[in-house]
């Protein structure tokens, strides 16, 4: 199973992102409410038994402020994404706790981030999209250890774990 360890925004945060202004453009497929999320740590494809392991590893670190925002950005040029500030301690904390069992195929560099819509094949996502002004902030609550189905129609996620972080 695809698996990935992430924190979600709360419901005010959610309700910021769904007033973004989302036009149909060909090519380009938004996200829904319930993908919305910070991925700290992306770990592929993953056996079955593993799962209780990687359950165990979540790291209980105290809570950190996020901070979303200032505005849209790509993430290369097809990914248009929120940026998310204040969770590298935490993504570094979850990479060292699970890196011994799922250990890291290629070091990425962790970006924060919550991903709006992708532009399909080898499609961009349009300048007018960028740069939109969005903010928020919360104090992220728990660490989730989350699966992922690929589906053409967009991935549905179910936590699978997860984690409450010290004084959240």
């Known amino acids: ?9 709360p419901y005010e945060v959610v309700n910021t992102i769904a007033a ?11 996200t829904t409410e319930d993908q919305w999320h910070v991925t700290l740590r992306f770990l592929g494809r993953v056996d079955d038994e593993l799962v209780g ?10 809570a950190p402020e996020v901070v979303l ?13 929120a940026p998310v500030a204040g969770l590298d301690e935490l993504a570094a904390a979850v990479l060292d706790a699970t890196a011994p ?3 890291e195929p290629e070091p990425r ?9 992708r532009a399909g094949g080898r499609g961009t996502v349009p300048a007018s999209l960028v740069g939109v002004p969005v903010a928020g902030s919360w104090q992220a609550s728990r660490v989730s250890l989350v699966r992922s ?4 129609e967009g991935a549905p996620y179910t936590e699978l774990a997860g984690v409450d972080l010290e004084g959240a």
């Open 1 to 9: 199973m695809r698996l990935f360890v992430a924190v979600w925004p």
């Open 20 to 30: 973004l202004d989302r036009p149909a453009l060909p090519g380009l497929r938004w």
């Open 53 to 62: 392991p990687l359950a165990a590893a979540l790291p209980r670190l105290p």
């Open 69 to 81: 925002g200032p505005a849209t950005a790509r993430l290369g040029r097809s990914i248009l994404v």
């Open 101 to 103: 069992i799922v250990p």
């Open 109 to 117: 560099p962790f970006r924060g981030h919550l991903t709006l819509a």
């Open 149 to 152: 189905e690929t589906r053409p």
